[in-house]
């Protein structure tokens, strides 16, 4: 295999562990680990309010104040498809996200369309883009 190939691979491998810890991140809720995610500034779209640029400690902490009022979280992100286009990448993903207190649950799916860049430190997201398809109360 030529080198161009496995650096495709490889590169598609640390974007995909990249969302993995995200994931873990906010459900673990460690801030180190979910922030490691991010650029220092950020472009950021959960689908409600439109697009805002912000720091990404300042984004780490709002996201965290947004699940602090649940007991527990499970972020699921399945089927990848990755877009390398030399040291940018687009991120599409899938996404099923529980978010439980006992007496209550709220769910939420749809997909993320990233984008992402290279840095010394691996990839990744400077612009984080949650399309919502779903919700429910339980």
């Known amino acids: 295999m030529d080198e161009k190939k496995l650096q495709v691979l490889f590169d598609r491998m640390e974007i995909i562990d990249m969302f ?25 779209d959960m689908g409600g309010g439109g697009a805002a640029q912000m720091k990404a400690d ?11 009022s649940f007991q527990s979280t499970q972020h699921i992100i ?11 990448a687009t991120g599409v993903a899938y996404l ?24 010394p430190k691996g990839w990744r997201i400077s612009n984080l883009k949650l399309n919502v398809t779903w919700t429910k109360n339980y």
Request: net charge negative; charged share 25%; hydrophobic share 35%.
């Open 20 to 44: 993995n810890r995200y994931a873990t991140g906010v459900d673990r809720r460690d801030p180190a680990i979910y922030r490691s995610c991010f650029t220092d500034e950020l472009e950021v």
């Open 96 to 119: 099923q996200a529980q978010h439980f207190n006992p007496e209550s649950m709220f769910a939420v799916g749809g997909y993320y369309e990233n984008q992402l860049v290279r840095t």
């Open 58 to 68: 300042e984004w780490v902490e709002r996201a965290f104040m947004l699940v602090a």
């Open 78 to 88: 399945t089927n990848h498809v990755i877009n390398i286009n030399g040291d940018k």
